[in-house]
């Protein structure tokens, strides 16, 4: 008898441990097709169900919290895609009658927690764009999207939403320090997730760049392919300064940022500013020409292997531009200046 209720338990545990992270799609979509598609974020397909009168049901359960897309199609021919948070529950995927091209998708508390801060800044947004919007009125919107994403971390912190806005849309602007110090504040379960792990080990490499941290050396080929080290650059008595600068010529934002480099360089660097660029172009030919054209007088390098150096696993490069401001001593005092900030700042150290 002992023996059958302690097997009858451990059915019990079995049967709960099982169902804890199951999950369950209900949608309504019309015109959808025939058949819907779960895959997960590498575009593995999870499961499949058919679909009567844009009616549909999934099942399953997930390890751990995480990102699915859901469409009708296997192939370009969807008429719908939506993005969706899997987790314990039951989440609903319906159309949206303010957005044609979107879904809604709600029911679990990652999911709702989305859906409701798409839609704040759809709202913000559009009161932006509206002629009828004051200036005065635009400016505090600005501010009110920017405070958007760090409410929403704050609201979040038990669910896979709140992990994922930290990690894109925050995570660039924290240091290595206040990343890891947000991270603190998760529940001990969300912690353990792929995306919260994977940005720790990040906010862990990133600290060691933060400023008041010594710089770490990179070394790489100069246009004539003769190895040259940060290092040398620091050491030389003549630069007080010395801007490590992450670009390509392929980056927007990184040629957007050249006017502003070639301004303060042209003023100070007689008074010992140098920039040390370090491009993370594939194509020496497209790396060089946009060196030329823009007349970029300074020191350039590149081992022409994008993001997979080195150097962009020392500094925790996630995106470019990226530039970190090193004195002579080899601290780090400043990083991403942009704009009119890096001219400040080295006039206002070389003054």
Same mark, same amino acid.
């Given at each position: 008898?002992?023996?059958? =209720?302690?097997?009858?338990?451990?059915?019990?545990?079995l049967?709960?441990?099982?169902?804890?992270?199951?999950?369950?799609?209900?949608?309504?979509?019309?015109?959808?097709?025939?058949?819907?598609?779960?895959?997960?974020?590498?575009?593995?397909?999870?499961?499949?169900?058919?679909?009567?009168?844009?009616?549909?049901?999934?099942?399953?359960?997930?390890?751990?919290?995480?990102?699915?897309?859901?469409?009708?199609?296997?192939?370009?021919?969807?008429?719908?895609?939506?993005?969706?948070?899997?987790?314990?529950?039951?989440?609903?995927?319906?159309?949206?009658?303010?957005?044609?091209?979107?879904?809604?998708?709600?029911?679990?508390?990652?999911?709702?927690?989305?859906t409701?801060?798409?839609?704040?800044?759809?709202r913000?947004?559009?009161?932006?764009?509206?002629?009828?919007?004051?200036?005065?009125?635009?400016?505090?919107?600005?501010?009110e999207?920017?405070?958007?994403?760090?409410?929403?971390?704050?609201?979040?912190?038990?669910?896979?939403?709140?992990?994922?806005?930290?990690?894109?849309?925050?995570?660039?602007?924290?240091?290595?320090?206040?990343? =890891?110090d947000?991270?603190?504040?998760?529940?001990?379960?969300?912690?353990?997730t792929?995306?919260? *792990?994977?940005?720790?080990?990040?906010?862990?490499?990133?600290?060691?760049?933060?400023?008041?941290?010594?710089?770490?050396?990179?070394?790489?080929?100069?246009?004539?392919?003769?190895?040259?080290?940060?290092?040398? *650059?620091?050491?030389?008595?003549a630069?007080?300064?010395?801007?490590?600068?992450?670009?390509?010529?392929?980056?927007?934002?990184?040629?957007?940022?050249?006017?502003?480099?070639?301004?303060?360089?042209?003023?100070?660097?007689?008074?010992?500013?140098?920039i040390?660029?370090?491009?993370?172009?594939?194509?020496?030919?497209s790396? =060089?020409?946009?060196?030329?054209?823009?007349?970029?007088?300074?020191?350039?390098?590149?081992?022409?292997?994008?993001?997979?150096?080195?150097?962009?696993?020392d500094?925790?490069?996630?995106?470019?531009p990226?530039?970190?401001?090193?004195?002579?001593?080899?601290?780090? *005092?400043?990083?991403?200046?942009?704009?009119?900030? =890096?001219?400040?700042?080295?006039?206002?150290?070389?003054?």
């Amino acid at each position: 008898m002992k023996k059958i =209720l302690i097997f009858a338990a451990c059915a019990t545990l079995l049967a709960s441990c099982g169902s804890k992270n199951q999950y369950v799609i209900e949608g309504k979509v019309d015109g959808a097709n025939p058949v819907v598609y779960l895959f997960d974020q590498e575009e593995n397909l999870l499961d499949s169900a058919t679909v009567k009168e844009g009616a549909f049901r999934l099942k399953g359960e997930a390890q751990e919290p995480q990102i699915a897309i859901l469409r009708d199609a296997r192939d370009e021919n969807a008429t719908f895609t939506a993005m969706l948070l899997l987790e314990p529950g039951t989440i609903q995927v319906s159309d949206d009658p303010d957005s044609p091209m979107r879904k809604r998708v709600t029911g679990t508390p990652a999911n709702d927690a989305s859906t409701e801060y798409a839609d704040a800044g759809y709202r913000l947004i559009m009161e932006y764009r509206d002629s009828s919007t004051t200036e005065e009125r635009r400016a505090a919107i600005e501010k009110e999207y920017e405070e958007l994403a760090h409410l929403a971390v704050e609201q979040n912190r038990n669910n896979l939403f709140g992990a994922l806005l930290l990690a894109d849309q925050m995570s660039y602007e924290l240091s290595g320090k206040e990343l =890891l110090d947000e991270i603190a504040l998760f529940s001990p379960e969300m912690q353990q997730t792929k995306v919260l *792990v994977n940005l720790k080990a990040h906010a862990q490499a990133k600290q060691k760049t933060d400023v008041g941290q010594p710089f770490i050396d990179v070394t790489a080929q100069d246009a004539d392919g003769k190895e040259l080290s940060l290092k040398s *650059v620091v050491e030389n008595p003549a630069n007080k300064y010395i801007l490590l600068d992450f670009w390509a010529s392929w980056c927007g934002p990184c040629m957007g940022e050249v006017p502003y480099l070639k301004q303060t360089y042209d003023e100070f660097h007689k008074k010992g500013f140098e920039i040390f660029g370090y491009s993370y172009d594939n194509n020496r030919d497209s790396w =060089l020409n946009a060196v030329k054209e823009n007349q970029m007088n300074w020191i350039h390098v590149s081992s022409l292997d994008g993001f997979e150096n080195q150097s962009a696993k020392d500094y925790a490069i996630q995106g470019i531009p990226a530039n970190f401001l090193i004195d002579h001593e080899g601290k780090i *005092v400043a990083k991403n200046l942009r704009g009119e900030e =890096l001219y400040n700042k080295i006039a206002e150290l070389l003054k």
